[in-house]
């Protein structure tokens, strides 16, 4: 959004669009203002106790709205567009291949090569119909099972690079939530484990996450072998399972 302001911003100048330059001449003002907050904060507090004859009192960095005064929510931003900018293929294909490599090797019915939370919410909704032939996910296996999938490309990704650019860590919890919303559909409140406290909640994706990173790293040879055939660009699904069963 920030990058979209800043580009309407160029264009109407360019264009001598007044009415719109106005605007985005004021959402520019907004965003640099912003950033300025979340990133010097503490800065701009000091020097205003240092002003004197001036009783100035800045609000507590705990009561600003949005994590302002933290750098958050700059940094939210830095890592959306690093999302929206950055092609890196090998990058990519080392999380398909962490993806595709859990799910085959915990025999998972679905070989995404990105999972995310909405496809595997419906995996496990579609497991428990009496016309399918799948294994029910809804089960403490089954759900940690899925977990670890949409952990996979996270910890490969980690393993790697100190920022997450192509996985996303939050598709796991999305996941949990999503099953959540469903709770009356799935059977009640009792069908799902991890209701009874959140710090539970927590400990499972904690637990996903390292068993992730526990399983890619066991078989980096078959994983990074893997990687290599997304990458060629030629490597099909058949080519990905011949890998891991050394065929």
Request: glycine share 8%; net charge negative; hydrophobic share 45%.
């Amino acid at each position: 959004a920030t990058a979209t302001v800043f580009g309407l911003n160029l264009v109407a100048n360019f264009l001598g669009m007044d009415d719109l330059t106005g605007i985005t001449n004021t959402l520019v003002f907004l965003a640099v203002l912003v950033g300025v907050l979340d990133n010097f904060y503490d800065f701009i507090s000091f020097l205003a106790g240092q002003i004197k004859n001036i009783s100035i009192k800045m609000p507590d960095k705990d009561s600003l709205p949005l994590g302002l005064g933290t750098g958050q929510l700059t940094g939210t931003v830095a890592r959306g567009l690093s999302r929206l900018l950055t092609v890196d293929t090998e990058r990519e294909c080392e999380c398909e291949a962490a993806a595709f490599f859990a799910a085959y090797s915990m025999g998972l019915p679905c070989f995404a090569f990105r999972p995310n939370a909405l496809e595997g919410a419906v995996l496990v909704v579609d497991s428990m119909k009496d016309t399918t032939e799948m294994d029910q996910l809804l089960s403490n296996v089954g759900i940690l099972k899925m977990l670890v999938w949409l952990m996979a490309p996270v910890a490969m990704e980690s393993s790697k690079h100190p920022q997450s650019i192509v996985s996303d860590p939050r598709e796991a919890a999305g996941f949990l939530s999503r099953l959540e919303d469903r709770v009356e559909l799935l059977g009640g409140p009792d069908q799902l484990f991890w209701l009874e406290s959140e710090e539970e909640k927590e400990d499972l994706l904690k637990w996903a996450y390292t068993e992730a990173d526990l399983l890619l790293r066991n078989n980096r040879e078959i994983v990074t072998e893997l990687v290599q055939t997304l990458a060629s660009g030629a490597g099909t699904v058949g080519d990905c399972v011949a890998v891991i069963e050394d065929w």
